[in-house]
Structures are given as C-alpha cells and as structure tokens.
C-alpha cells in the first residue's frame, strides 16, 4: 500500500465522520464537506491503487524479459552446440574417407 492509498482511505474515514457530524447538527454546509471528502479520499485510494498495479506490472513485464532473454540465449547455444557436432562429425566422415 503506498501513500496515496493509505491517504485516501483517511481522507474517506475523515469525511464520513464529518458527514454524519453534519448530519446531526443538521449543518448541510458540513455534511456536503465531509462527503466532498470521501470523494476526494476514493479518487485518492483508487490513484494509490493503480499505481501500485502499474509498479506491479512494470516488475512482472521485467521479469518476463529476463526469463525470455534467458530462453533465448539456451536457444543460441544448444544451436550452436549442434552445429559444431554436425560439422565435427562431418569432418571426422571425410576424413574418414581419405584414409582409405
């Protein structure tokens, strides 16, 4: 949870408080604050939210790029471990057919 989340959260605790203190007093100028808090305070946690998701992805999409990264290289060696078999074992043939 990052700052803007947990502030949001208080922002909406505060608000509702001062609604509903408001509310009692019948003070409408009070209640109408304390519920312009708690959309303050949502938009806030939703903010916090997406940034915590947005990080979340960012480490996600890293750690793919490593693994494909990593994938990839296998790729290149195993080819080119093959590769020097295949010549090797071309080599030995005609080498083979030279010493008959």
């Known amino acids: 949870m990052n700052k803007e989340t947990l502030e949001g959260k208080l922002d909406q605790a505060a608000g509702a408080v001062k609604q509903k203190v408001g509310e009692a007093f019948h003070d409408q100028s009070m209640a109408n604050s304390g519920a312009a808090e708690q959309v303050k305070g949502a938009a806030k946690e939703t903010w916090g ?36 078999e295949n010549v090797n074992k071309k080599l030995d043939e005609v080498r083979d057919r030279h010493k008959r």
């Open 49 to 84: 939210k997406a940034k915590d998701v947005a990080k979340e992805n960012r480490a996600e999409a890293a750690d793919r790029s490593v693994d494909h990264a990593d994938s990839a290289r296998d790729k290149i060696v195993n080819t080119a471990q093959n590769l020097k």
